[in-house]
């Protein structure tokens, strides 16, 4: 007999921008290797590199990184692992992309901006360093979760960032740290700013989710939104307190769900209680609609 104690499982993100010649023939055996694990998750490979979130047992994600670190390709690849007794992905999927990461930016990655360790960071805001903490993810997931003081763009979709710098612009020769969940769409966008005349810029080994394994309930606050099931995930221990409120009863909050009239989808910050008592909507036009998501019922194996 099973207990009713939820396991613990792993979310491990990765990303490597390396040259994969045959990103096709890859996708096919990868999808099959991570099948044969049992793993669910969703990965995009192309020419450019990968870039993925995989979901399993420690057993699963251990033999995961071992596979994948045997390519040479990967062999230093690094990964950011989450512990999470929610699901956060049903299927597996391994697509292959032009861009591991949409940004539509034509740039060259030999410009990327200069990397910070964790503890690098730390030190600087240690000892108030004149730096402009800028946050290169979009406006949504600034709301629920930012470093203190940090700058939003602020963008709604990553490929949106060329018309944002103009936002920006005033910090040109000052020393720029950029961040973002897990540091792939840095990578790129520093490169952009570095092409674009931004003097001194630099970003975040390993973005968010490793700042927060090494130095939680220091300059963080809020959460970190996720692009997966589980939307966001805590990054401190202690200082947890929401940043938001719920679009209803304006209670603290911080929980996203999207709008469960299938016209509308908006992704909207709602409490437990508003869930229930407004039907999962975000508006009283919304509640009657009768288009309405499916309730999906989570079957874990
Ligand atoms: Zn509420
Ligand atoms: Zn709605």
């Keep these: 007999m099973q207990n009713n104690i939820p396991e613990i499982k792993i979310v491990s993100s990765f990303y490597k921008y390396v040259k994969i010649h045959n990103p096709l023939e890859f996708q096919q055996k990868h999808l099959e290797f991570c099948l044969l694990l049992g793993l669910k998750g969703r990965i995009l490979v192309g020419e450019e590199g990968i870039n993925g979130c995989v979901y399993g047992t420690k057993g699963q994600i251990e033999e995961y990184k071992n596979g994948l670190m045997e390519n040479s390709l990967f062999s230093d690849i690094e990964f ?71 700058i939003s763009l602020p963008i709604e979709n990553f490929r949106d960032l060329p018309k944002a710098v103009k936002n920006i612009e005033s910090l040109k020769n000052k020393k720029i740290v950029a961040y973002c969940t897990g540091g792939i769409r840095c990578e790129k966008a520093t490169a952009f700013l570095n092409e674009n005349g931004f003097k001194d810029v630099c970003q975040i080994k390993g973005g968010i989710l490793k700042y927060g394994e090494e130095f939680p309930d220091t300059y963080w606050e809020g959460k970190c939104f996720v692009f997966d099931d589980r939307l966001a995930i805590q990054i401190n221990r202690f200082n947890t307190w929401p940043l938001e409120e719920c679009a209803w009863c304006k209670k603290k909050c911080d929980d996203y769900m999207n709008c469960h009239n299938l016209d509308c989808d908006k992704l909207f910050i709602c409490c437990e209680n508003c869930k229930e008592m407004h039907n999962k909507s975000c508006s009283g036009e919304c509640r009657i609609s009768p288009k309405r998501r499916k309730e999906t019922i989570l079957i874990e194996n």
């Design 80 to 150: 950011k692992d989450t512990y999470t007794e929610k699901p956060a992905y049903r299927k597996m999927f391994v697509r292959v992309r032009k861009e591991i990461v949409y940004s539509g930016l034509d740039v060259d990655l030999k410009n990327t901006g200069k990397f910070l360790t964790p503890i690098q960071l730390k030190e600087m805001l240690d000892r108030n360093e004149d730096i402009a903490l800028v946050d290169m993810r979009n406006g949504y997931e600034f709301r629920i979760g930012r470093f203190r003081n940090a």
